[in-house]
């Protein structure tokens, strides 16, 4: 995924560039450092890590759970 398709305080699913077989985890993309896409990291969640965007491979933008339609059993 490049850069420019990633969105400011977003969440991913990430797997670690440089370890393979390493399991997937959520990161945000962080503008603590600046606005500016340049320099932009990701946050692992649950941690104060923040890491170069070139440091994952991103597989995929995390769903948040409100964002999905839930249906009712009686529906």
Same mark, same amino acid.
């Given at each position: 995924?490049?850069?420019?398709? %990633? ?45 170069? %965007? ?22």
């Amino acid at each position: 995924m490049f850069v420019k398709s %990633l969105v400011p305080d977003a969440f991913y699913w990430a797997r670690p560039a440089n370890r393979s077989g390493e399991a997937a985890t959520v990161v945000q993309v962080s503008t603590v450092f600046g606005k500016d896409p340049e320099y932009w990291t990701l946050a692992v969640v649950g941690s104060d890590q923040h890491h170069m %965007l070139g440091d994952f491979e991103i597989i995929s933008r995390a769903i948040s759970p409100e964002d999905l339609v839930v249906r009712h059993a009686a529906e």
